[in-house]
């Protein structure tokens, strides 16, 4: 082998070899440090453009699984609304039939409570707005709503076909409670007929409440479902595993001190040429 004091092959490639090393600890100290073996387009330009898109799709479907979220529960608010309107329908059903027979106080009182509670049910129809949406007050004129259900922007829409107000339902003050509650068979009669239709046209409201609140939850359990799919596909592409990396690292920095100690050994060969002419 030469042996020059201008060209320290040795110590050349001991340097090299060093350079390599760092480079590669540098790398696994960021994979220790974020978690993540493709942290940037440097490390992996095709994963990590991948990467990307599933970062955006996780983000995305984030955004409608918590459009869906307020969609439910501005659903369950309706439902709350509509469920207090049945309640109330049921009570008044009962003041009814109680008031067969009655005259007099009695019978004013009657019709005071059937006021109050025709009163109640328009009062929960105007209060049910949730996140702009009421789908119980008539004088709100709105039967429908649309919830964002997708990533390309799509929406559900959800539809009542019955207004649950006193007025929808046929109850309309001024007729009602005192037109038909008035003691009579006949009124009682009339009274608890108008009751069935407002209680059966209540149920209905219900019912597509309780099956638009069934339908954006599945939406949502499959929103998430896929959310979680994507995640799980991207910490696969790009998650680090600690162990391995730790393993590497722990062995990085042996062939770090073994390439320190090489290039001493190196840089000292330029020096034995003196001893050729002492």
Known sequence: MVTSVNTNVNAMAAIQTLSDIGNQMTQTQGAIESGLKVNSAADNPAVFTIAQGLRAN?????????????????????????TSISNT??????????????????LAA??????????????FAKATTINGVNLLDTTAAQTSADFLSNVDGSATTVTIAAFSDSTALGLA????????VDGTQTG????????DNAIKQIGVTLT?????TTQLQGLKSFTDQLSSSNTTSLGAMVDANLSEESA?????QTKQSL?????SVANQGPGALLQLFR
Do not use: H, M, R
């Open 188 to 195: 009682t009669t009339n009274a608890i007929t108008a009751l």
């Open 248 to 252: 590497k690292l722990s062995s990085l």
């Open 89 to 106: 329908l049921n009570t008044l059903k009962t003041l009814v039939t109680q008031s067969e027979g009655q005259s007099g106080a009695a």
């Open 58 to 82: 996780v983000n995305a479907l984030t955004a409608v699984s918590d459009n869906l979220s307020t969609g439910i529960a501005t659903l369950q608010g309706q439902t709350a609304g509509a």
């Open 110 to 123: 009657t019709q005071a409570a059937v006021t109050n509670a025709l009163t109640n049910i328009d009062s």
């Open 208 to 212: 597509q409440l309780g099956a638009g």
């Open 173 to 180: 003050k001024g007729t009602f409670d005192t037109g038909t």
């Open 259 to 263: 390439a320190i100690q090489s290039l």
